[in-house]
């Protein structure tokens, strides 16, 4: 008998975080060696608000497509939604926050202007083409880009 089921696994980092005091914005979650994660929260957790389905898929397509062909595209480790649908993760090599921020908010006003069909939209390119508005994307975009651009001195702590 092995010992890994005599005690409990270590607590991972993201929840170790007071969920009730988080709200809308950009905090860096972790720095591991030269990636950081960074928590892009659109919604105050556990609010009832949650992102829908196509919405978090949609803004996952468009975000990591144009983040990857920004400034900071070579230093993009991953982009993709948070499983409690309340935000999505960047993880950055290198990262320099006012430069992440700069970027990313620069991937949203993109996304809001966009005009086209939405990357990675064909059966050939996603496992699940149906589940994906543009539309949809552009809303959540625009109202994310809105907070941050309300948010004064943004310090990146939870």
Same mark, same amino acid.
């Given at each position: ?10 607590? +991972? ?17 972790? +720095? ?39 400034? +900071? ?20 090599? $290198? ?57 004064? $001195? +943004?310090?990146?702590?939870?």
């Amino acid at each position: 008998m092995d010992n890994l089921h005599d005690k409990s696994p270590k607590r +991972i980092a993201s929840f170790s975080v007071d969920h009730d005091k988080i709200g809308v914005g950009i905090y860096v979650s972790r +720095i591991d060696g030269d990636i950081t994660t960074y928590d892009l929260r659109t919604r105050v957790p556990n609010s009832g608000d949650y992102i829908d389905d196509v919405t978090m898929h949609s803004v996952e397509h468009m975000l990591a497509t144009f983040l990857r062909n920004s400034a +900071i595209g070579s230093d993009v480790i991953y982009f993709g939604p948070m499983g409690c649908r309340t935000g999505f993760y960047l993880l950055v090599r $290198n990262a320099d926050n006012n430069v992440v921020l700069s970027e990313v908010k620069l991937a949203l006003q993109k996304t809001v202007d966009f005009d086209g069909e939405i990357f990675g939209g064909t059966r050939k390119e996603c496992g699940n083409y149906k589940c994906l508005s543009l539309d949809l994307a552009k809303k959540e975009c625009a109202l994310y880009l809105k907070t941050l651009n309300s948010l004064k $001195n +943004i310090d990146f702590k939870y």
